[in-house]
């Protein structure tokens, strides 16, 4: 199994579920490409790019296929690898790109990102988690320092501004499971889902959690550990 962060996290986001996840699978949770402690961005920054370096950790851990769980940023990726026939099946975390072309409130999801990036990531997973009291204090600190320390961010941010949100869904021949949080601030519930669900993956098994913030990972992680598991 690999576990792939969001926008301005790391591999940590997956603590929380970890325990249960590696009772039953090997885990390989990478930090991406451009953000703290994962592999410097080279060449053209893009998404393909941020896969292409998923591709290699996958590759130098044997893992020819996975089932791919990914959160975000992380969501568009694992998908992005699902159609590069990577992919045994698929959990998507409220996956990003989903707006529909004349949807404006991409910008107020960029704007957000931005202010964090120029503010040292102040709010951190206190924006993306409805519940954090369960949260450990210093997994908290980190989610908030992981952003503030994203050295690829502005970069991924202005391609995610001007770049190419597409998804060959078409190559995709694998289970997709997308899960999303019907009080999302960052990407909200069903507008920044629209083309997954009426262009891209409308046959996908949908799964939306009732009063559950963008990153189910550590707002529920029991109920999510059971989500990703049941369908792998």
């Given at each position: 199994m690999v576990c792939l962060h969001g926008f301005?996290?790391?591999?940590?986001?997956w603590e929380l579920v970890l325990p249960a996840l590696e009772r039953e699978r090997e885990v390989?949770?990478?930090?991406?490409?451009?953000h703290a402690g994962g592999p410097p961005l080279t060449g053209e920054v893009t998404y393909a790019a941020v896969a292409d370096a998923v591709e290699r950790a996958m590759d130098a851990a044997g893992f020819e296929l996975a089932h791919l769980v990914g959160n975000s940023l992380g969501g568009h990726v694992a998908l992005q690898l699902a159609a590069r026939g990577r992919a045994r099946t698929v959990?998507?975390?409220a996956p990003a790109g989903g707006w529909p072309a004349d949807d404006a409130s991409r910008w107020e999801t960029f704007a957000l990102q931005d202010r964090m990036l120029q503010h040292g990531g102040t709010a951190g997973p206190r924006l993306v988690a409805e519940h954090v009291e369960h949260i450990p204090a210093e997994l908290l600190e980190h989610g908030r320092l992981a952003a503030a320390r994203c050295e690829g961010g502005p970069a991924l941010l202005e391609y995610a501004r001007h770049g190419d949100w597409t998804l060959d869904a078409e190559r995709i021949d694998c289970p997709v499971r997308i899960v999303w949080g019907s009080a999302d601030r960052?990407?909200?519930w069903p507008a920044a889902a629209e083309r997954y669900r009426r262009e891209w993956l409308p046959h996908a098994d949908w799964v939306v959690l009732d009063g559950v913030?963008?990153?189910p990972q550590l707002d529920v992680p029991l109920e999510t550990a059971q989500l990703i598991l049941g369908f792998t």
């Open positions: 301005l996290d790391t591999w940590r986001t390989l949770a990478p930090t991406l490409a451009g959990v998507a975390l960052l990407l909200p913030g963008h990153a």
